[in-house]
């Protein structure tokens, strides 16, 4: 992106990604001479002890395939049981790059970011390559059951276990005086997740006037289910990006700033 370089000039956006997460966002709007306010928005909380580990465990085989559907998954489930030696399914590459870090090998990645898309690929794959023993699905517990139901839909085995909780961080609701100082300066908003769109409108509550006028702002999101949370709480531009990518995310924000 450096041809891009000074096409933020005079902007400020706000980055709302979770703080181990921001920086790949803030070093792409920054390179493009933006101005960067990070507020975060999703802390990752792990949900499960040593038992969830053994339910876990004992629902595996050499033929179970273990799903993922973000790399937070999987460095959640990496912290008490390996990941190697399984079948994995993941959405996306960021994903799949992760579990190559944990020292997966990787069976199968999604193109697609969304429930329906992957279920429809991965039920492709699985034609393929035969049947399974089932799939284990490892998320977050805000995750919808669009996938598991497409999944059953098609008799194909599943379970979900919720391994981690996406919350405010206690940190943010602290920055949200300084925050609100910065808000007759900032030109646009960023979102990643559903989440992270609830978490920032709620942090927000006591300051209505404030969250009127950011919500009058241009809002550049991750994907389809980022927009239609966005545009329930009251978004009123809001900007898909070309691709479910950081990269995407920051062309779409130069792009809208510079219409």
Request: hydrophobic fraction near 45%; charge should be negative; aromatic fraction near 6%.
């Amino acid at each position: 992106m450096n041809s891009l370089s000074g096409l933020l000039s005079g902007h400020t956006i706000l980055n709302t990604r979770a703080s181990l997460q921001s920086q790949e966002l803030t070093s792409l709007l920054q390179s493009a001479g933006g101005t960067v306010c990070e507020y975060p928005c999703l802390e990752f909380i792990p949900t499960f002890d040593a038992e969830r580990f053994k339910e876990i465990e004992s629902r595996v085989n050499e033929d179970t395939w273990l799903l993922f559907t973000s790399a937070v998954a999987v460095d959640m489930l990496a912290v008490g049981m390996s990941v190697k030696n399984h079948r994995l399914a993941v959405i996306g590459k960021k994903t799949a790059e992760r579990a190559a870090q944990h020292g997966a090998r990787v069976e199968f990645v999604s193109s697609v970011s969304n429930s329906e898309a992957f279920a429809e690929q991965f039920l492709e794959y699985l034609a393929e390559v035969g049947s399974s023993s089932g799939v284990l699905l490892l998320r977050g517990s805000s995750g919808s059951n669009v996938l598991p139901k497409a999944l059953a839909k098609a008799g194909v085995s599943s379970v979900a276990i919720d391994i981690y909780d996406s919350v405010m961080p206690t940190s943010s609701l602290e920055l949200t005086a300084g925050l609100l100082e910065r808000v007759p300066t900032l030109s646009l908003l960023s979102f990643t997740s559903s989440d992270i769109v609830r978490n920032f409108v709620h942090s927000l509550r006591s300051a209505p006037s404030a969250l009127e006028q950011l919500k009058s702002l241009p809002a550049v999101v991750i994907g389809e289910k980022t927009e239609l949370t966005a545009r329930e709480c009251g978004f009123r531009e809001v900007i898909v990006a070309a691709e479910p990518t950081i990269q995407e995310v920051a062309r779409s924000l130069i792009g809208r700033a510079n219409l």
